[in-house]
C-alpha cells in the first residue's frame, strides 16, 4: 500500500461490519479525521476551539457517535499537517 501518513491499518469492528455487509476482522484502513483551519486563526480562537471539543465529546458523541473515538493523544497526532499554535497550547496543557 502506499505511504499516506494518516491511514492506519486496522480491522472491521462487529456491529460496525453488518453496515456493509463485512464480516468482523476484515482488514481495513482508518483514516483520521482533521478540522483544518487558516495559519491566520488567532491563538486563541484554536485554543478554543480545541478546548470545546473535549469539553462538549459527550454532546457530540449523542449527535454522532465517531465523536467517541478521539482523545489528546489521537486527536494531537496530525502529521504531516502541522497543528495550530493555539491547538498545540491545549495539547501541552497550557
Known sequence: MPSAP?????STAAGNATTYDTPAGTPTV?????????????DQLAYDL?????????????????ARNFD???????????LHPGAARYYQGG
Open 72 to 82: 489528546r493523544q489521537s486527536a494531537a497526532g496530525t502529521d504531516p499537517i502541522p
Open 6 to 10: 494518516n491511514a492506519k491499518p486496522t
Open 50 to 66: 480545541t478546548r470545546l471539543l473535549f469539553t462538549y465529546q459527550a454532546d457530540l458523541a449523542a449527535v454522532h457517535p465517531e
Open 30 to 42: 482508518t483514516v483520521a479525521n482533521v478540522i483544518l483551519v487558516s495559519a491566520d486563526m488567532p
